[in-house]
């Protein structure tokens, strides 16, 4: 019955089509708006690849000559300035954060920073760069709003559900995978053993706690195969390291973990020479 009504009344249908068509029209402006209003919020910048964190040295000689070139990306199209800070630990000693580099207005936008800019930057000598010491990046963004993003968590108080901190989250910031440009950095590895380095190197490691190193390890590679060793928990652990006769590359290196003050280590070579102790907070390499 109400079929035969509508087709047979064209002021009903006329209406009926008219009412359809404003509510598809609002739908589209609704969700055109809703997306507008997303675009105009957040802002993310990310590398094109990912960032190096170690820099392809193998000589001294070469450490002043370090330049790092990569792409900068504004996935959502919401930056409309961008500008990084460095900080560096070299021989042991902070410095930093201080300004570097020109602002990236557009995007993709390719930079260079090479280590006689950074050594500027920090006032430093870049005679004085070596084996071992870094260098951290901290990156700030501006949307078309004026809201500012950078490498400072936010912080969520469960208690008083209140938000402080930064506007960026923690997994944005944390994730490999999304190649943030807000917190990035790089070392310069560790320098290869010398001499005749074949046999049983002896690592002697402790931790002054007593509950393990909290992520920290020491890395032996041999011939570009890399073991890493730690202390899974409790305060000691020994581990016999055999280089083979024939290795024609060896490097040993530290990486930190939490707590750097609990960790020490010594390492013993197969001629009896030893190294270290090295810490509590020990550096990137043991030579």
Wanted: with cysteine; aromatic share 12%; net charge negative.
């Amino acid at each position: 019955m109400k079929k035969n009504i509508i087709y047979n009344s064209p002021i009903k249908l006329v209406m009926c089509l008219f009412a359809l068509g404003l509510f598809l029209s609002s739908c589209e402006d609704e969700d055109k708006n809703n997306f507008d209003s997303f675009q105009s919020t957040g802002a993310f910048v990310r590398f094109e690849t990912a960032f190096p964190s170690v820099v392809d040295v193998s000589t001294f000689a070469e450490i002043a000559g370090v330049s790092i070139t990569f792409t900068l990306e504004d996935p959502n199209k919401t930056v409309v300035r961008y500008n990084m800070q460095v900080s560096g630990t070299v021989g042991g000693e902070s410095f930093g954060p201080a300004p570097i580099g020109s602002e990236v207005t557009s995007f993709p936008s390719t930079v260079t920073v090479t280590m006689a800019e950074i050594a500027s930057a920090l006032g430093i000598d870049v005679a004085t760069v070596n084996f071992g010491d870094t260098f951290s990046f901290a990156g700030t963004a501006e949307n078309l709003n004026g809201l500012v993003y950078t490498s400072e968590r936010q912080a969520y108080d469960s208690d008083t559900q209140a938000i402080t901190g930064g506007n960026n989250t923690a997994d944005i910031i944390d994730e490999d995978g999304y190649r943030n440009a807000f917190e990035f950095g790089f070392a310069i590895p560790c320098p290869q053993e010398t001499g005749n380095f074949a046999g049983t190197w002896v690592l002697d490691m402790i931790d002054l706690y007593g509950d393990g190193w909290d992520g920290a390890f020491v890395t032996f590679e041999i011939d570009g195969a890399k073991t890493d060793y730690t202390i899974a928990d409790g305060s000691a652990a020994v581990h016999n390291v055999v280089v083979p006769a024939g290795t024609q590359k060896l490097v040993v290196s530290y990486t930190s973990g939490a707590f750097e003050e609990e960790h020490v280590y010594t390492v013993t070579k197969p001629d009896g020479t030893e190294l270290g102790p090295f810490g509590p907070e020990p550096p990137l390499c043991i030579n």
